[in-house]
């Protein structure tokens, strides 16, 4: 059983933001590849899922940055894995942004906002990345259709 994604996120952001007040963490290396991730779950896709998200995750809050290019393919290889769990799509989306890497973050939300059709947290979040890019159109856009989902 995986656990609740708004309490694991929860326990990732305490760990950042209480270990980087106190102590900076050690550098972790790369995240585990999706090949890695499915070895380790021994074929249980929704373990395999969790096992790349929390490396991901922990990733980012060790480095405090997300390649973005891993992070996509971590992202599409937990879809194949687990097509129904958009939280590591929403948390990804928001640690770019939180990184400063604002224009990558618009791909991966573009992406997830195709995975997750009836999720209007994606639009939204796209037209708040436009925006914060000064795509003022492209950000009306998302904006209009996130009021629509």
């Known amino acids: 059983m995986r656990p609740q994604p708004h309490i694991l996120c929860l326990g990732m952001w305490c760990l950042a933001t209480l270990s980087r007040a106190s102590v900076p963490l050690p550098q972790v290396g790369s995240p585990l590849t999706p ?4 070895l380790l ?3 249980e896709p929704a373990r395999a899922a969790t096992l790349l998200w929390a490396s991901t995750a922990t990733h980012w809050v060790a480095d405090g940055r ?5 992070t996509l393919d971590a992202l599409e290889a937990i879809y194949r894995l ?3 769990w958009e ?3 929403i948390y990804a989306g928001l640690m770019l942004q939180t ?3 604002g224009p990558a973050a618009i791909p991966l939300l573009s992406q997830a906002a195709e995975h997750f059709p009836a999720q209007g947290w ?3 979040a796209l037209g708040v990345a436009h925006l914060d890019q000064g795509e003022l159109e492209a950000a009306r856009q ?3 259709e996130a009021r629509g989902r």
């Open 142 to 144: 998302w904006l209009d």
């Open 87 to 89: 939280g590591p799509w």
């Open 35 to 38: 090949v890695v991730a499915e």
């Open 41 to 43: 779950a021994a074929g």
């Open 66 to 70: 997300l390649d973005p290019d891993v």
């Open 99 to 101: 990184q400063g890497d």
């Open 122 to 124: 994606f639009p939204a």
């Open 82 to 84: 687990d097509p129904a």
